[in-house]
């Protein structure tokens, strides 16, 4: 496995043997970050890493395999960060034979004290910065329109908008889809800041010729029919979110009492039907859009879509759930084309819909802006674009602007806002976003589809947990969370594709093993960087409020709190958090069976590493 | 001893006996924090208290014995705050028989979401919540004037200006000079946050007729008599700081490379002449101003002063060091009358002068406003005042600012601001800023004037350490942190003062004892709200980015550090943070000797406490 490091400081830019096994995505990046990143250093500063990494399966036949994640230190959570999203960048990374783009230091200064704003172009001719500067300030989609039209429309692109240039925590990491289309946001935790920090506009990925090849292919051609079969069959990822993508949620959560309204006062939103999967789908058939749409070639699910106005022209790519409601039912604002407008805003300068969603909700809550006033807040977004006070104060985010306004009020764990299930309609969330390494965090764990009681608090650590696990698997394998309602009973597929793709004979446990590792390690890297236990609670008013309409608090005992961490769940891993807790750095691998390896700068060029 | 706890919620307020023996002022604060606050509630939430506490020495005719205390959960570190001040409340409650005063609660909020604005009045007549609309918005000296005149002009005054009322985190509480001047500033850490939180305008302390009795009266007048001699021969107290107030330490650091100068970026300035204490006693001498003043009654070092403009009208008082630098040479002012009038501004608007002037330092740093434009920063305080995007951003101190502007240079720890010793050309500046639980506070061990090389790093933890500890204690006892360089080689005369005032016979050692306890119970209290050994760190910057004109960096070895908490050192004390470690409240009292007392909110009524 190979990677490309480049130095900003040094502009020197190399490719690089990776001893890192199967590891992809979340994974690498939790290696990565344990052997490079002092948990203790600035997110934004030299020793911070952007990682940028895809899966073991990347370019290969088998469907939602090539995520593309983006991670390091989080200037919003102070902890370690993966933020994922789909794409091109994953499979033309696998093109070049390359599973992971590392940056490190931070770029010169000039004279006027200001740092060059380059690009790092990827290519079969090797890697290398190059000057961009006519590209400062502009937005994402400009960006990507001109440097398609500079290195052709096949190259895959990560682009930061105006915020990342500000290195505001609330930027995010575009990547652009089949269509050139930058909305592939992997959005949480500012690592677009990070990426602005590193003088980075843009990582440009021309495609190479590589094609990943499998050891056993007539094995790994029958695993991954088995895999497609399973999604294909399976109503969720066959028929749900394929038809209604990801607002498919609304009907559910808002039936629940889960879904955010008006800065986290209410749980259900009357105009919730407007934002309905159902509806939208509609809406797109009668206007010409596109409610069935591949974010990444070769996707079955393809939850995507391409929303339009009433003439038929795209307002942006694809509009899902998050935003739907935290620029949405939060902001009280019930107009789908309205909000189609603000996402395609928020891509374009470059922010988490999320996490700004959640600070605009808090303006309104404190009654600076009226809910419903959409033009409003267009406006503020373009304020984050001229980084005006006001601006910048959104820009860093949902916490920041609580203690702006003097609210105890914030929905955020560990500084990150909230996304878009109700912690406390929906108990198992309420222990995801509580636990979880990443801040309140939705995609590490959704609890919601369950068959349990979700008002009631008994069993929902054990949910969240092992949902957690599964799903912190199958991001350090590439994979998108989606495929997981399909083939996450069914271990035994999708280690089935590892063994016949790299001549493997892991167990199915591999997949549980596999997703306790990355949490462990994520967790040791958090601690080993001041976030503890302390750190893992919910906002107090979750606890004390009643959310209408179902009147619930979040009342997890705290007995299921204390036993999270227990060894007997954990395993002998859980000894890495002993280990990290008294400063070392803990030493293991990607639980592959092979036996462990540290990382190591010095020595990475050409090592053979385990599993590979 | 005897408290006040008024509830804002019920409107609720009560006298109480205390168990909690000698202690005072941090001591009190330390306590009571840890048995009745949640140290992961929110700091603005209704389960902080804000804590305003004197000492067992206050209204006797000791010197410097009566400082105010306030403090409670820091809004701007998140972990335990004691800020204190001079003034008269200290010997106003002493006249009441009150050590301290708990506000509990958050105020019901109208119809209209808003909570009332209030005065909390504390007289013979017991305590009581009044209505105070009208001073909404009102800055602290017209506050000040009007309370003065509807309440006498004995009443001793806690107030907070507009950036209180928003719940600002540099937000301070302001105390009354006996002039009925709001100039002696609780200033760091937010109070004023806390106590805009509690709906409280100002605490108004009305002057009662009890006079504190020594237990053996003639044993105290030999006692006070030995301590005011030392506080009078000894040459930093009798006659410098006298003479020449705090900016007497001007020369000294600025020889020492260590004044903070254009946002941290050099450690001496051009213009320090004009900022000396030698200075700005000729300039008040030639234009009628006071150049000796004492902020409470009684005093003998008299540090204070009374700074004019050259029509002889008073621009403010005091002028003190950590101002001159703050607002001055880090932002590269070096006019006394301009710092004296922003000085002014920053007090009447309510902010800590040293974490406005690091923000306002970050926005010049960055080139958002040139450094030595004065007219700006006096704007820019303005803003605050309006409560305007930008103001509201200053107003949440420096680690909010370098967030907005993207940089990892950001002088502060705990989220606090350094103040006026730099960290790499005093090297135990360095041990005090980083481990004290307070956040970069110089107050809890200044070392700059101990006879040891302080650029070298060797002995500085153990010397700061040893500081910290000798400053704890006097912090608990209610003394101006002046009166150490006279008393603190001399524990036995202090000492001597308690056992005659309350008929004990402690040891000398009672000083150290007393100073470790508190440190001790502080650092519990941050242990459990989260902040441990990762956020005892400097910011990177200042290990790797030279100082001009020393060329110093922060280069304290790790062992020492590791060795800070050792066992040896603070005794069986280091079990309390164990305990807390392990999620417990440590249990003890106030190192007197007499036996712990757990605080108990339902038992303490009546209830006969160790030492009292």
Redesign the interface.
């Known amino acids: 496995m190979r990677c490309v490091r480049a130095n900003v400081g040094t502009a020197e830019c190399r490719s690089e043997d990776m001893p890192h096994g199967l590891l992809g995505n979340r994974g690498l990046i939790a290696i990565i970050a344990q052997g490079e990143i002092d ?7 030299a ?1 911070n890493r952007l990682i940028v990494a895809t899966g073991p399966l990347a370019g290969t036949a088998v469907s939602s395999a090539a995520r593309i994640s983006v991670g390091g230190k989080s ?1 919003l959570t102070g902890g370690i960060k993966e933020a994922n999203g789909g794409g091109e960048a994953g499979r033309a990374l696998a093109s070049l034979d390359l599973r992971a783009i590392i940056v490190e230091g931070l770029p010169p200064r000039g004279p006027d ?1 200001k740092a060059p704003l380059r690009l790092l172009v990827v290519s079969e001719e090797g890697a290398h910065l190059e000057e961009a500067g006519a590209l400062a300030g502009k937005g994402t989609y400009e960006t990507a329109a001109l440097l398609r039209s500079w290195y052709g429309e096949r190259a895959a692109l990560l682009i930061i908008g105006p915020a990342g240039e ?4 609330t930027a995010g990491v575009f990547a652009t889809d089949p269509d050139g289309q930058p909305g592939r946001a992997c959005a949480r935790g500012g690592m677009g ?1 990070v990426m ?2 590193k003088g980075l506009k843009a990582i440009v990925i021309v495609p190479g010729n590589h094609r990943p090849k499998p050891a056993q292919p007539e094995r790994f051609r029958k695993a991954a029919a088995e895999f497609h079969r399973l999604l294909r069959e399976t109503p969720q990822t066959g028929k749900f979110y394929r038809e209604y993508g990801t607002a498919y949620s609304v009907g559910a959560l808002n039936a629940l009492g889960a879904m955010p309204t008006r800065n986290f006062t209410v749980g259900s939103f009357e105009h919730a039907d407007a934002l309905s999967g159902e509806r939208l789908r509609e809406l797109m058939l009668e206007r010409g859009g596109k409610p069935v749409h591949a974010c990444m070639r070769g996707c079955i699910i393809q939850c995507s879509n391409v929303y339009v106005d009433g003439t038929g022209r795209p307002l942006v790519s694809p509009l899902e759930y998050e935003t739907l409601v935290l620029m949405g039912s939060n902001l009280g604002i019930g107009d789908p084309d309205q909000i189609a407008r603000l996402n395609y805003l928020a891509n374009d300068i470059g922010v988490d819909t999320i996490e700004t969603g959640a600070a605009i909700g808090l303006l309104m809550g404190e ?1 600076e802006v009226p809910f419903g006033d959409g033009a409003t807040v267009a406006r503020l977004l373009e304020e984050i674009r001229r980084g ?3 601006g ?2 959104i ?2 985010g949902a916490a ?1 602007v609580g ?6 009020r ?1 929905p955020v764990v560990k500084g990150q806002s909230f996304a878009a299930h109700e912690a406390r309609a929906v108990k198992g969330m309420a222990i995801t976003y509580g636990m979880t390494p990443m801040g309140a965090d939705h995609s590490t764990g959704v609890t919601f589809r369950a068959k349990v009681d979700h008002s009631r608090p008994e069993g929902q650590m054990e949910l969240s947990r092992d949902t957690q696990v599964r799903v912190a698997a199958y991001d350090a394998l590439g994979f998108c969370l989606f495929v997981t309602p399909a083939v996450g009973p069914r271990p035994e597929v999708t280690v089935e594709l590892l063994n016949a793709m790299y001549d493997l004979s892991l167990p199915p446990d591999y997949i549980t093993d596999l997703g306790k590792w990355v949490i462990l390690t994520e967790r040791a890297f958090n601690l ?8 893992d ?1 919910l ?2 008013f979750m606890y004390t409020e009643p959310l209408p309409p179902t009147g619930l608090v979040v009342d997890i005992p705290q007995e299921d709190l204390d036993r999270y961490w227990e060894a007997e769940y954990w395993g002998t891993s859980a000894d890495l958090l002993s280990e990290a807790a008294a ?1 070392s750095r803990p030493t293991a691998c990607c639980g592959c069976g092979r036996g462990a390896e540290q990382p190591d700068q010095e020595t990475t060029q050409g090592r053979d590493g385990c599993g590979d």
């Open positions: 948990p203790l250093g600035h997110p934004l500063g020793g200037p004290g500000m290195r505001l925590p800041a602005g920090a009654g005006s006070a006001i910048r104060l820009g860093c920041t203690r702006a306004l003097g609210t105890p914030v080993a960087a001041g976030l503890g236990p302390a750190h609670r906002p107090e400063g």
